[in-house]
């Protein structure tokens, strides 16, 4: 005669069968996300603004990088890296078209990294925390040029730190191309933050899976 507890527990009378069980999870997991995200949704803005700060962090390194291996933005190795970024801001036609485009590619990857940093934090409405990221930067350019238009440009900080996107600041640099360069840049934040903040969200719902089942 078996004395196995578990096969005791599985044929006493009235007892739910392990199989029910697995498939009430399965019915109520939708219905527990659901019921998460109504009472625990929607923006965070401190995550968004953790997620800023992972953007800009990313930014300035991922520029000293590139800058460090002698192709910074396409622009010569007896060009600095505030020079580099300068030219990139102002004067686009001065970087090229690798160089532009490896600017890019350091914004969308940096703004990836802050919009997944707040998604992970908020857990739901990954792309909403990724525009509240984009948010932040466009905010805080703005704030930044116009304190820098009245005050100077030694408080352009985002200049200072070469730190994408910021907004021209000089009336010289506000060339039409300038501006178009701009909502390039801005455009390309705004996409690697929204993808960024969905791929953070997207570990939550892979975790409510393997908790409350498929």
């Avoid at 997944?116 to 908020?122: C, E, F």
């Avoid at 600041?169 to 934040?189: F, H, K, M, W, Y």
Wanted: with cysteine.
């Amino acid at each position: 005669m078996s004395t196995d507890p578990n096969t005791r527990a599985d044929t006493t009378a009235g007892a739910t069968p392990a199989s029910a069980v697995t498939a009430d999870r399965h019915v109520d997991r939708k219905d527990v996300v659901a019921l998460e995200k109504s009472r625990v949704g929607g923006v965070k803005i401190g995550s968004a603004f953790f997620g800023w700060l992972t953007a800009t962090g990313m930014s300035i390194l991922l520029i000293a990088l590139v800058a460090a291996a002698g192709t910074a933005v396409g622009l010569s190795n007896d060009v600095d890296l505030s020079e580099a970024a300068d030219q990139a801001a102002q004067d686009p036609q001065s970087v090229g078209l690798v160089g532009g485009i490896a600017l890019l590619v350091i914004l969308f990857i940096a703004y990836y990294c802050g919009g997944y940093v707040a998604g992970r934090m908020a857990r739901f409405h990954g792309a909403r925390q990724g525009i509240a990221v984009w948010g932040w930067a466009v905010v805080i350019a703005v704030v930044i040029a116009i304190v820098a238009a009245v005050a100077g440009d030694q408080y352009d900080v985002l200049g200072q730190l070469n730190v994408f996107p910021r907004l021209p600041v000089n009336e010289g640099d506000l060339t039409t191309t300038a501006l178009i360069v701009a909502g390039i840049v801005a455009l390309t934040a705004l996409v690697g933050a929204v993808l960024g903040g969905l791929a953070g969200m997207r570990f939550h719902r892979k975790a409510d899976k393997a908790g409350l089942g498929a």
